[in-house]
């Protein structure tokens, strides 16, 4: 199995172990999309402006980080009334997505721990590599 193969399964194998978890993507540091879990339909104009949100935010949390001196961002949240968003950042700027229902917190945080874990490795290498192989 080679490296794209192992993200899509990774994300793939979080979006269906947690029902709640809508969709999981991995973004670029510029906000183009690397790769969507397969619940997260392509023509609907949703997935490229949550790619985009994504890396926006992770560039504004890392850089109050910066402000406040405390250090990298690891992860941060956004929980509203129905549900929540969880974001872990990988080195080279790359972002983890994660989209879920409410009432899946602690399972959710888990799953983004294990992307956090086994993620960065195989996306180590050049990311421009992998542009539009895993979203497609």
């Known amino acids: 199995m080679n490296d794209t193969s192992t993200v899509q399964k990774l994300l793939d194998d979080s979006v269906q172990r947690v029902p709640q978890l809508r969709c999981a993507l991995v ?21 490229e402006k949550r790619a985009a949100m994504a890396s926006s935010l992770a560039i504004v949390i890392s850089e109050m980080a910066k402000l406040e001196g405390i250090g990298p961002v690891v992860h941060h949240a956004v929980e509203g009334e129905r549900g929540m968003c969880l974001f872990g950042l990988i080195e080279q700027g790359l972002v983890i997505g994660l989209y879920a229902d409410g009432g899946a917190e602690g399972d959710v945080g888990r799953e983004l721990g294990v992307l956090l874990t086994d993620l ?15 979203a497609s």
Request: hydrophobic share 40%.
């Open 27 to 47: 973004v670029s540091a510029d906000g183009l999309l690397l790769f969507h879990s397969p619940a997260v339909p392509l023509n609907d104009g949703e997935t």
């Open 120 to 134: 960065p490795e195989l996306l180590a290498s050049d990311t421009r590599r992998f542009m539009f192989s895993g």
